[in-house]
Structure formats: structure tokens, C-alpha cells
């Protein structure tokens, strides 16, 4: 079992910067890998980043390629979303989730935290 609890979120204007921060409980989150998803209002959620359980491979979905890093520091059981060049588009609850190495599927969901950008 895995507990994800994400930080970070808030209101920024248009051009600005936020990190988001997931922590897990735990003694295997080096089993995992790990995913940001995002839901915008009236939209579906949408896997925006994700990265390998030794944080060696990351992916980016294309909306947010370059402007988005997602890094991990599994001595610290957290995953780190950082989030430049913030567009109005970018409004949206972002949710952590962690997939088990051999698995395909998210088994485990933080409670999401809301990004606004304000134009």
C-alpha cells in the first residue's frame, strides 16, 4: 500500500513557475513509477509527465514538453513536478500517481492538488 500526498498547487499569472511535490509513505517507492496526471475542468484527466522508478526515463506529454520537469529523489520517497512557462491551458487539479514496476496500470492516487494560471 502506498499513501501519496501532493504539494504546491496555487494561483500564478501567466509566464510564472510552480513545483509540485508528491511524497509517499512507505519503504518500496523505488518499486515504483511514477505519474502526473492532470484534470481540467469539463476535460478528461490526461497523464501529463512520468517517470521510471529510478527516475532514469522521464516522459512528457507534447502539451507540456519544455516547459515541464519532472524529476524524483527516491531517498526521500517524493517526486517533484516543475512547472515553467505556465499557460491559462494549464489550469487544472494534477493528481500524483504510482504504478508498480511490471505493471501497466496507476494503482495508487495522491488527493490532487489545483493549479490556476491566470492570464
Known amino acids: 500500500q502506498v499513501q501519496l500526498v501532493e504539494s504546491g498547487g496555487g494561483l500564478v499569472h501567466a509566464g510564472g513557475s510552480l513545483r509540485l511535490s508528491c511524497v509517499a509513505s512507505g519503504r518500496t517507492f523505488s518499486s515504483y513509477a511514477m505519474g502526473w496526471f492532470r484534470q481540467a475542468p469539463r476535460k478528461e484527466r490526461e497523464l501529463s509527465s512520468s517517470i521510471s522508478s529510478n527516475g532514469a526515463r522521464t516522459r512528457d506529454a507534447d502539451s507540456v514538453k519544455g516547459r515541464f520537469t519532472l524529476s524524483r529523489d527516491n531517498a526521500k520517497n517524493t517526486v517533484y513536478l516543475q512547472l515553467n512557462s505556465l499557460k491559462p491551458e494549464d489550469t487544472a487539479v494534477y493528481y500524483c500517481?504510482?504504478?508498480?514496476?511490471?505493471?501497466?496500470?496507476?494503482?495508487?492516487w495522491g488527493q490532487g492538488t489545483e493549479v490556476t494560471v491566470s492570464s
Open positions: 500517481a504510482a504504478r508498480p514496476i511490471g505493471t501497466s496500470d496507476y494503482h495508487y
